[in-house]
């Protein structure tokens, strides 16, 4: 794996796939929150420190192969470019936090499905992402790299709290489990502020597709736990995981309702959507992302044939200002980004239907 492949391929390999429920959930992430022992929290560490850390996993984690993720590679954030960090964010691959320190790194996976942030707001970040509602499968991948990275080094670990994160609602478990779901029917519909509020008071977060702050672009929410304290991991998932499900048929209720009470107003939007993507010469990000929403609602229900309902998710991505950018093989200003997503996206459509 090289860094040229992970740049100029913006797709990764955990988004080709179709997994559970993925006509509503489109990846389900988990992230395991660890400390070393003998080093200070990265929030108090020295360069030093954080140099030891990055030395440490060039010397025992990189071009090794964990199936079935194949051999993971070291990037280091000051080695990388700001557009090659704003294209690991884009990708979901790091967090901007990580994107943004001097000595953080990643220890990536040939696959992708797995990132090991360093020197973020914890020594390390674990993280595991799968297509679909796939909560437990994620984390079973999750503790066997956190298996894997603990024969080399000792956690920073309490008999009574568990593991000791920066962070307090981190203490515990240290997971953060989270699912990308697209809820067009609940927007529409105008129930999208009900269900957020219920989620909240269930102690549940829920954030745009970029995590913290960040808008729901698309219709795309995030939906994750927050505290760890007290819970066992498969607690955790299973509680998540219930309350996903209800999303998930709360969303179907409201596409019926809309198809039964609005079908025409349904379908010409989603055409009109169509006939944007397909024909638009300039396109910013805010008004793709709402196309192809309607796209993927139309092609979910059936209304528009031939096309991948992967598309949403695959061009979510390669529109993003850092990958446009670099494909480009530069800068572009905002005119330019706008033309080239539009062209990205014409010819994306054209290959899908033909």
Known sequence: MSLDKIMNEAISPWMKGDGPDSDIVLSSRIRLARNFKKYQFSTMQNEEEAKQIQELFKKEFI??????????????????????????????????????TEYGACLLSESEHISVMLN????????????????????????????????????????????????????????????????????????????????????????????????????????????????????????????????????????????????????????????????????QSAEAANCLSDLRLGIDLGYIQGISRNILTELMVLTQPGILQQYAGGPLGPEERDYRRATLIRERLRIEKN
């Open 63 to 100: 071009n090794k192969t964990v199936e079935p993720f194949g051999e993971f590679e070291l990037l280091k954030m000051n080695e990388l470019t700001p557009l090659q960090r704003r294209v690991l964010v884009e990708k979901h691959l790091i967090s901007p936090n990580l994107a943004g």
């Open 120 to 283: 973020e707001e914890d020594h390390i970040r674990i993280q595991c992402l799968f297509s679909g509602l796939q909560l437990s499968e994620a984390l079973q991948s999750a503790n066997q790299i956190d298996n894997w990275i603990e024969k080399e080094v000792e956690y920073a670990f309490d008999e009574s709290l568990g593991y000791i994160t920066s962070c307090p609602t981190n203490v515990g478990t240290g997971l953060r489990a989270s699912v990308m779901i697209h809820l067009p029917g609940l927007v529409l519909t105008k129930r999208i502020s009900r269900i957020i509020q219920v989620i909240q008071k269930l102690g549940l977060v829920v954030r745009g597709i970029y995590g913290e702050g960040s808008e729901a672009l698309g219709n795309i929410f995030q939906v994750s736990n927050q505290m760890t304290l007290g819970k066992s991991e498969e607690d955790i998932i299973a509680d998540l995981k219930s309350v996903i499900q209800q999303i998930i048929q709360q969303e179907k209720m409201a596409r019926e309702l809309i198809v039964q009470n609005s079908s025409i107003e349904l379908e010409d939007k989603v055409y009109r959507s169509y006939g944007i993507l397909a024909n638009s010469r300039l396109i």
